[in-house]
Each structure stands twice: as C-alpha cells, then as structure tokens.
C-alpha cells in the first residue's frame, strides 16, 4: 500500500508563489509515476503537471511557464514549484502516484491540499 502526503498548500495573494510537497512511503517511489491534479469547486478534478520515473514532464496549458514539478527519489517526494499564482489557481490539489504493468494498475491518491489565491 502507498501512502502519499501533501504539504504547502495555503492562502497567498494573486502573482505569489507556493511550493506544495507530497511525501511517499509504503513502495519504491523512484518506479512510480507522480502527478499534481487540482479540483476547483463544481469542476472536474484536472492535470495540473506529471514526472515520469525518468524525470520527462507535462503540463496543463494553464500553468505552462508558471509550474514547475520535480521529484527527488532519495527523499521520496514531489514538488510542485507555483509561481506567479492567479485567482483561477484556486483549488483543492492532489498527489498522484501511478504504475502502469501488464498485469495491473497501482494508482493511488493523496489527501488534498488547500490552494487558495486572492486577488
């Protein structure tokens, strides 16, 4: 069982910056691919940025140039760099952890951090 805990959500005005962590235990983090989704109120949970094992990432479109995700496997966790926030950014964000086998899917889900930006 993986277990993935987010920390540095918070409330920061429009054009701050914050830096959420999502610390993994319970399994070989370095194997497992890691995302940042977001859940704005009445809207669907969404993408926000993933790290594969190797380190390539993606972006959403709306944070491209302003996110920024990497991971350090020696401490089995992933970051999420959130500059130049806006309003928009609000949202309850969630770790991701995902391996793809032929045998199977591990997917697994941290508990939510709160996001909130103010104008």
């Known amino acids: 069982q993986v277990q993935l805990v987010e920390f540095g959500g918070g409330l920061v005005q429009a054009g701050g910056s914050l830096r959420l962590s999502c610390a993994a235990s319970?399994?070989?983090?370095?194997?497992?691919?890691m995302g940042w989704y977001r859940q704005a109120p009445g809207k669907q949970r969404e993408l926000v940025a993933g790290?594969?094992?190797?380190?390539?990432?993606n972006y959403a479109d709306s944070v491209k140039g302003r996110f920024t995700i990497s991971r350090d496997n020696a401490k089995n966790t992933v970051y999420l760099q959130m500059d130049s926030l806006k309003p928009e950014d609000t949202a309850v964000y969630y770790c991701?952890?995902?391996?793809?086998?032929?045998?199977?899917?591990?997917?697994?889900w941290g508990q939510g951090t709160q996001v909130t930006v103010s104008s």
């Open positions: 991701n952890a995902r391996r793809d086998t032929s045998f199977a899917t591990y997917d697994y």
């Open positions: 319970g399994t070989i983090f370095s194997i497992y691919t």
């Open positions: 790290i594969t094992s190797t380190g390539r990432t």
